[in-house]
């Protein structure tokens, strides 16, 4: 793969028997590489206008089996397998004893995990538009119930359509601002897609994010349809060395303003105030 700092390589890595496709982009920092969960049903290349817009972070982030290039695994998984699969891509990538760790949305639980898990491992964490699991407070049954459906995966002008109830901010104002988003959008099969539902069914951070020591920065949207703000105060209550920022936007600001998004979150893993 390419070395420049700004370009991104694809490739695909086996891992403990899994085969799983992985971007990486290169930086220009000596500050550790940033490891990015995406969010549900999300393909990797959803990922690229932010990790395009660091710039001196190196970033890395994998198509979860089952979605975009990853094929499905044979069995069910839960948030503390993928927390290990990833430690193992780390290992096998040779990335640094020490990483940065950032989740967006349904990634953001992943994240959390990760981070708790492996606390040796992870020095600082991003949560992006997120909650800690089933304890979260839901938005409106409607968004959640088109959610549940991999559809706005596989049918795009269905993804346009909806894009403005489900994603809110922008959206709302130029529903046609989704169509960058859309056409990047490989998607996730709908077994893949039903296993990352279940992976998070039963599963909450709340009984132990006052364990994590890592300093960590929350962000999220104001006018967030699927994850309210409510969800990223509470983040922010219980994780004892964190930072909470909302972003006047809705859920996916990190598509609609991944400049600023990124600025902000190079900033906080380079010790300076977010």
């Known amino acids: 793969m390419s070395s420049e700092p700004d370009s991104i390589g694809v490739r695909m890595v086996i891992v403990g028997g899994q085969l799983l496709r992985v971007a990486r982009k290169h930086g220009s920092s000596r500050q550790p590489p940033l490891l990015m969960f995406n969010g549900i049903g999300a393909n990797l290349e959803l990922a ?12 890395v982030i994998f198509d979860v089996p089952g979605v975009g290039g990853s094929p499905a695994p044979l069995a069910p998984y839960r948030p503390s397998a993928i927390a290990r ?16 760790v950032a989740g967006v949305s349904w990634g953001g639980g992943l994240a959390q995990q990760f981070a708790r898990q492996y606390p040796e491992m992870c020095r600082r964490l991003v949560l992006i538009a997120t909650a800690p699991g089933v304890t979260m407070l839901p938005g409106n049954l409607s968004v959640l119930l088109k959610m549940a459906s991999p559809r706005r ?16 901010g922008v959206f709302r104002k130029d529903p046609t ?20 539902l279940a992976a ?32 990223a105060r509470l983040l922010a209550r219980l994780i004892p060395n964190s930072h909470l920022k909302l972003i006047d936007d809705g859920h996916l600001f990190i ?20």
């Open 85 to 100: 699969l990833t430690r193992d891509l780390a290992l096998k990538l040779k990335l640094g004893p020490h990483l940065d």
């Open 48 to 59: 690229f206008p932010f990790m395009r817009a660091l710039k001196d972070t190196e970033a």
């Open 255 to 274: 598509v609609t303003h991944p400049e600023e998004t990124a600025s902000t979150v190079e900033k906080f893993l380079s010790h300076d105030n977010p």
């Open 153 to 168: 995966y596989s049918d795009r002008g269905y993804m346009r359509s909806i894009a403005p109830h489900i994603y809110g």
């Open 200 to 231: 998070m069914t039963g599963w909450t951070s709340i009984h132990w994010l006052h364990t994590l020591n890592q300093p960590t920065l929350i962000l999220a949207g104001t006018d967030d349809p699927l994850v309210p703000s409510f969800n």
């Open 177 to 196: 601002l989704i169509h960058r988003h859309a056409e990047a959008m490989k998607g996730a099969t709908r077994y893949g897609y039903f296993l990352q």
